[in-house]
């Protein structure tokens, strides 16, 4: 398959998990893992493609507040997935990084996360992030304080206050912005993702459930973001 234009850097809302469950009548945990097969598929397909940075949203700030079950089968998921992948990780060159407020993770999954976070730290194949315990709103809060805290030090003056700068104190420093963000599942909203980064995103929802997803979809998505013209607020000729 060839593209004539592909993001160098794709962000994934992976959604609809519990409802793919539930039509099978299944327990939702087991929509979780299907979810991570796709989330395999994808990751091969996108080193296939050569797209440089892969971002998915895997569990949101406001997540915490499932049920402590639900938390609770997610986050040893995250620990087993981790562990089980490290190798494939390793021999594909793939660096895993994270965003998110982590210290809420509990220890196990956070040791296994930085741990692999660390063992891949010098690889470039694929730049991985996973969106964990993540918001948006919660990001942009703590860039403003970091800011404040800075300029209340004299390390920055307030003149210095740009996007480049501000960019810098967010989890994703030094990553490029979204070309492409996709989300599953037929929900059309953003779901505090990425608000400050996504300015001039080409997003793509699918009603296609997460755990479905798998390398067509990809296909059919990229071709999608091939036909799009992006301006940035400049005239296209
Ligand atoms: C996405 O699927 C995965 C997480 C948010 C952790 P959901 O669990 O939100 O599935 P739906 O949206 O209820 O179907
Ligand atoms: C967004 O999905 C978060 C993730 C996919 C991890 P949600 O299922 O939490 O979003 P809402 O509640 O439908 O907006
Ligand atoms: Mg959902």
Do not use: C
Not at 141 to 164: F, M, P, Y
């Amino acid at each position: 398959m060839n593209f004539k234009n592909m993001p160098n850097h794709l962000a994934i809302i992976m959604d609809g998990n519990g409802r793919w469950a539930k039509k099978r009548g299944l327990d939702r945990i087991h929509g979780h893992i299907e979810g991570i097969k796709s989330l395999k598929t994808i990751i091969k397909a996108v080193m296939e493609y050569k797209i440089k940075y892969l971002t998915v949203y895997a569990f949101s700030s406001e997540n915490w507040q499932r049920p402590e079950s639900e938390v609770d089968s997610l986050m040893t998921l995250l620990d087993e997935y981790i562990r089980i992948e490290l190798s494939y990780l390793i021999e594909n060159k793939i660096r895993l990084g994270f965003i998110g407020n982590i210290v809420k993770i509990p220890e196990k999954s956070k040791k296994a996360l930085l741990d692999a976070a660390d063992r891949t730290k010098d690889f470039d194949s694929l730049f991985l992030t996973l969106a964990l315990s993540y918001g948006s709103k919660e990001e942009i809060l703590n860039a403003v304080s970091k800011t404040a805290e800075d300029l209340k030090q004299g390390k920055i003056a307030s003149a210095d206050i740009n996007d480049n700068l501000f960019s810098s104190y967010l989890y994703t420093s030094g990553m490029p912005d979204p070309d492409m963000l996709i989300r599953t599942s037929g929900e059309r909203r953003i779901s505090n993702f990425m608000l400050y980064q996504i300015a001039y995103t080409e997003i793509y929802f699918t009603k296609t459930l997460w755990p479905d997803f798998r390398k067509k979809d990809l296909i059919r998505a990229l071709q999608d973001y091939e036909k799009r013209i992006r301006r940035f607020g400049k005239t296209d000729i």
